[in-house]
Structure formats: C-alpha cells, structure tokens
C-alpha cells in the first residue's frame, strides 16, 4: 500500500516561511512526477506545484510563483515545498499528491498552513 506522509504545516505571518515535506513510501512501482496541491476554505483544490524527473521539470501555480520551491529527493521519494514571502491567501490545506509511470495517482491526508497576523 502507497504512503504519503506530509509535515511542516502550521501557523504563519504573512512575509513568514514554511517548508513542507512529503515522503512517499509503499508499493508504488515508479514514481513520475510529485507535487503539491492545495484547498483554500471555499474553494477548489488546486496545483500549486509540481515536479518531474524528466525534462518537463517544474511546474507553478501563477500565484506562487517567485515565492514557492519545489524539490524533490529522489533517492528516498521525498518531495519539498519551500515557501516564502507567505500571503493570507495562501492559507489552505496542501496535499501532496504523488504519480507513478503506471498511471497511479496517490494523495496524502494534507497539511493545514495558515497565514494570519
């Protein structure tokens, strides 16, 4: 069975930095591409970001752009997401979510990030 296990959400001012970490695990056969995706109260999950191994690279939202890094690790499947110059609409849950070249498509159980003064 496929893992994913999120961390680093929390509590932020606006200007202030998180980075998330989402490790995968499990019977995945390869993993293609990883990435974050987020759901702000009220509205619809979202990309935020993505990456690949390949030459597709990385992929923003155009929010976030200049703001937020995406990493990968991939030699233990971990996927990063350095956060920056945080605005209140940035608040949300952020869900890694995860595919494989067989076509899977995994998620994890989220991370709440806030931004508030």
């Known amino acids: 069975q496929v893992q994913l296990v999120e961390s680093g959400g929390g509590l932020v001012q606006p200007g202030g930095s998180l980075r998330l970490s989402c490790a995968a695990s499990?019977?995945?056969?390869?993993?293609?591409?990883m990435g974050w995706y987020r759901q702000a109260p009220g509205k619809e999950r979202e990309l935020v970001a993505d990456?690949?191994?390949?030459?597709?690279?990385?992929n923003y939202a155009d929010s976030v752009k200049g703001r937020f890094t995406i990493s990968r690790n991939y030699a233990n499947n971990t996927v990063y997401l350095q956060m920056n110059r945080l605005k209140p609409e940035d608040t949300a849950v952020y869900y890694c979510?995860?595919?494989?070249?067989?076509?899977?498509?995994?998620w994890g159980k989220g991370t709440l990030v806030t931004v508030s003064s």
């Open positions: 499990g019977s995945i056969f390869s993993v293609n591409i």
């Open positions: 979510n995860v595919r494989s070249i067989r076509g899977g498509n995994y």
């Open positions: 990456i690949s191994r390949g030459s597709r690279g990385t």
